[in-house]
Nanobody, 124 residues
Framework: QVLLVESGGGLAQAGESLRLSCTASGGTFSFGSVGWFRQAPGKEREFVAA????????RYGESVKGRFTIFRDNVLNTVYLQMSVLRPEDTAVYYCATRRGDFPTAIVTPYEYWGPGTPVTVSS
């Protein structure tokens, strides 16, 4: 059983940056790919970013390309989402998730383990 916990969410103004962290316990991220998703009130869960187990494949949602970066620290067993040039439309609860398999899919259902989420609010 892999337990994931996100942190780093909070309040930001448009144009500012935040860094989210996702730490795994009870296991590691080494067995699969990791993804970040977000869900705004009244909306479906949306793909943000994902990376492969090896770290050589990364993909991003269209709305965050060029502004967000996913990376990991294997020593700390933590995956990060660096968010820059934040916009009010980035406001959501952000979730990290992991799955067996190297391909960093953008689809929600293959991910087996999810964190409880961390809220991000961006004001204009």
């Amino acid at each position: 059983q892999v337990l994931l916990v996100e942190s780093g969410g909070g309040l930001a103004q448009a144009g500012e940056s935040l860094r989210l962290s996702c730490t795994a316990s009870g296991g590691t991220f080494s067995f699969g790919s990791v993804g970040w998703f977000r869900q705004a009130p009244g909306k479906e869960r949306e793909f943000v970013a994902a990376m492969s187990w090896s770290g050589d494949k990364k993909r991003y949602g269209e709305s965050v390309k060029g502004r967000f970066t996913i990376f990991r620290d294997n020593v700390l067993n933590t995956v990060y989402l660096q968010m820059s040039v934040l916009r009010p439309e980035d406001t959501a609860v952000y979730y990290c998730a992991t799955r067996r398999g190297d391909f960093p899919t953008a689809i929600v259902t293959p991910y087996e383990y999810w964190g409880p989420g961390t809220p991000v609010t961006v004001s204009s």
